[in-house]
């Protein structure tokens, strides 16, 4: 079942993903040689709290920490632990809040330092896929739109969407429906409408597109060890267009999705 938002609950879940925006910005700005996903999860927790946010993925199904940090061949739900950060690497944080019991949902994939001219192409490919879907996020059409435009764009670049791992709705629960694949065809799919809220969620893989999870029965990595990219936001289906709901807030680069 498909739950639509009014303008007020619009505003909460834009409220919180605010706080999403500023834990990913925080969190980014700790992020360098040296510091352990541990630490930065550590910061997350602290940062969401000072801000009376609660950090959604905390207990969500026994999920162990307060953020997913999921660093290179890790697609997403990667636990933090003592792994230390090098550059080079793509790290991903992926941060759910509840604030004032609505959530929203966000993740971006920070390169460490001088990175491979083969990462910083996934990391463009997979903001290029994200804005593409979320420019379909127009009511009158339908997921399989989003999703074939955001395929389209990784693909062409000789990339590959992860097809076992699908955005959602988002609300006042983590996950609502519909399904938000990354792959599709036009014209098929859920109809979007005017007050739904949605977490589009491109995660794409430099290899293939198959995965495997991990014995912790979370982390979920590419099967050919492949370097991976995450990047989604909340968008709102609004009378004026896509709303981003979780807007990026002091990152480095001008433009950034
Ligand atoms: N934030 C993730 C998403 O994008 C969900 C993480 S669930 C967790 O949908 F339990 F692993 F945190
Ligand atoms: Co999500």
Redesign the pocket.
């Known amino acids: 079942m498909i739950i639509r938002k009014s303008a007020r609950e619009i505003q909460k879940i834009a409220a919180a993903g605010a706080l999403v925006a500023e834990t990913i910005a925080h969190v980014g700005s700790l992020l360098g040689p040296g510091v352990t996903t541990e630490e930065l999860d550590s910061a997350a927790a602290a940062f969401i709290r000072e801000r009376d946010g609660i950090p959604t ?1 905390e207990g ?2 026994g ?1 162990p920490k307060a953020i ?1 940090i999921s660093p290179n061949d890790v697609v ?2 990667g636990i933090p632990d003592g792994y230390v950060v090098a550059e080079g690497d793509l790290v991903t944080l ?1 941060v ?1 809040v509840t604030l004032d019991g609505y959530i929203a ?1 966000s ?1 971006y994939t920070f390169g460490v330092g001088a990175i491979a001219p083969e990462s910083q192409s996934l990391l463009d490919t997979g903001q290029n896929a994200l804005a593409a879907g979320i420019a379909e996020a127009v009511a009158g059409n339908r997921v399989g739109d989003l999703s074939h435009a955001v395929q389209m764009v990784v693909e062409r670049a000789g990339f590959s969407v992860v097809r076992s791992l699908v955005g ?1 709705g988002v609300g006042r629960h ?2 609502e429906d519909p399904h938000i694949p990354n792959f599709g065809e036009p014209g098929r799919g859920p109809l979007l409408s005017e007050g739904m809220t949605i ?1 589009i ?1 491109p995660m794409i893989t430099a290899g293939d597109s198959e995965v495997a999870v991990m014995d912790d029965g ?1 982390t979920i990595r590419t099967a050919d060890g492949s370097m991976s990219a995450h990047f ?1 936001h909340t968008v709102a289906i609004t009378a004026e267009g896509p709303r981003i709901l979780t807007p990026r807030v002091g990152l480095a680069r001008s433009v950034e999705v």
Do not use: M
């Open positions: 993925s969500y199904k999920y997913c997403v739900h992926d759910g949902d993740a959602h983590y996950h977490a969620e979370w989604e």
